[in-house]
Structure formats: C-alpha cells, structure tokens
C-alpha cells in the first residue's frame, strides 16, 4: 500500500522552514528518505527504524512515530540547494519487504 | 567508489518491440531493486534480486522480467512493449537489501512511439 506523502508541493523562501509528511495504513518495520532534483538520480537522507527514533542530518531532521505510523521530515533554515522532490519509502513489519514509495513533495526554495 | 551505472541513458522503441536494460550496482552490493518512475506516480516497485535469486516482486505485468549475474549486475526486459511503459526506470542497489540505505544509478528514460 503506497504511503501517502503531504503536502504534494511547497513553496519556502530561503530561511523558512518545512514539515514533509509521509502517512501509512499498514504496520512499518522502516522508513527512508530521499531527495530528488529535477534530472538527476535520487538521494539517500536518512532511516528510520520502528522504536520511534528521530534523526537528523545537517538542518534535515525526522521522526517515526511507531503508534501512528506516521514519519516526518523537518527542513529547517531552507537552503536554495533543498528544492527537490522528496520521497519518502516505508517497509513493512518483516523488514525485508521492498520499499513502497510515496508520489512525492516538490519543495521549491526561492531567494 | 563507483556508483550504480545504468544503460543506455535513453532509448525509443516502438510498440510491441522489446527492450533490457542493464545495472551494474556498486562495487561489494549484492542487493539491486528496479522501479519504474512516471510523472505523478512516484516510484513504483518492480522487482528486487540478491545473489542472483528474485527476492520481491512488485505488481507488474509479465512482460517485465529481470535477472541477476553472479558478479550482481542486473538487467531488466521488457517485452511487446506498450505506450504505457514509457518512463524512467531506475535501478538502486545496496550492500544486503531493501531496508538499507538504496543508492540510484540515473536512469533509463524509455520513450515508446
């Protein structure tokens, strides 16, 4: 069951800040995130185990909230270099299931 | 480190012709996943192989097959092409599987006349 990813698109000045959220029915063993710029492959940001973890990467942070099986993706003090699509991809509870990946968020950062 | 190389970079076919694509995944990983990406879809799964064995599938038609050689390069084929299978396909590969972080070769952009 493909996850469901909101907002769809998004438009930040540089400096603001974002939430990409990513939504599923099904029970998650893992969460990942990936950044895609227009032309170019996608790029891995982070995973998230079940345990309700929260990470972070540089001003990029998420969480996984186990119980809702919801993650989400922080952007703080957006960067002109953000504007992408982000992806996020869920696996079930057995862990070795394939990824099923969202449609994605546009975010465009402007000056 | 050499990333995932996929080839050709694009390709036109027309209809009911058939079509494979290549992978060769990054040195030492064991583990490559295709999919299909189209405008409005995200990335659609199409089927995973570790150590030359199919570990997933996703839920294609027949006509996409793929398999893995020993030294983990992959290929893809799809046959009696259809308008509906242009896209870009990509192939991402990772040391043990799919719950590891997967790393993207660019692409084949498929275009079906």
């Known amino acids: 069951q493909q996850p469901v990813q909101s907002p769809q698109a998004v438009i930040l000045r540089e400096g603001e800040d974002a939430v990409i959220n990513c939504s599923s029915s099904k029970a998650l063993y893992s969460v990942h995130w990936y950044r895609q710029k227009h032309g170019e492959a996608p790029v891995f940001l982070m995973i998230?185990?079940?345990?309700?973890e929260q990470k972070g990467h540089e001003k990029i942070s998420a969480s996984f909230n186990e119980k809702k099986q919801q993650s989400s993706l922080y952007l703080t003090a957006s960067q002109l270099s953000y504007s992408g699509t982000y992806f996020c991809?869920?696996?079930?509870?057995?862990?070795?299931?394939?990824?099923?990946f969202g449609k994605g968020t546009r975010l465009s950062v402007i000056a | 480190k050499a990333g995932v190389t996929q080839t050709p970079r694009y390709l036109i076919k027309t209809r009911g012709q058939q079509v494979t694509l290549s992978c060769s995944p990054i040195?030492?990983?064991?583990?490559v996943s295709w999919y299909q990406q189209t405008p409005g879809q995200g990335l659609q799964f199409l089927f995973e192989y570790f150590s030359e064995t199919q570990r997933n599938k996703g839920n294609f038609p027949g006509r996409f097959s793929g398999r893995q050689f020993s030294n983990s390069r992959s290929e893809m084929n799809v046959s009696t092409l259809e308008l509906g299978d242009s896209a870009l396909y990509l192939c991402a590969s990772s040391p043990g599987g799919p719950n590891q972080p997967q790393h993207f070769g660019d692409g084949t952009r498929l275009s079906i006349l």
């Open positions: 991809g869920t696996a079930g509870d057995s862990g070795n299931t394939p990824l099923v």
């Open positions: 040195s030492g990983h064991r583990s």
């Open positions: 998230l185990l079940k345990g309700g």
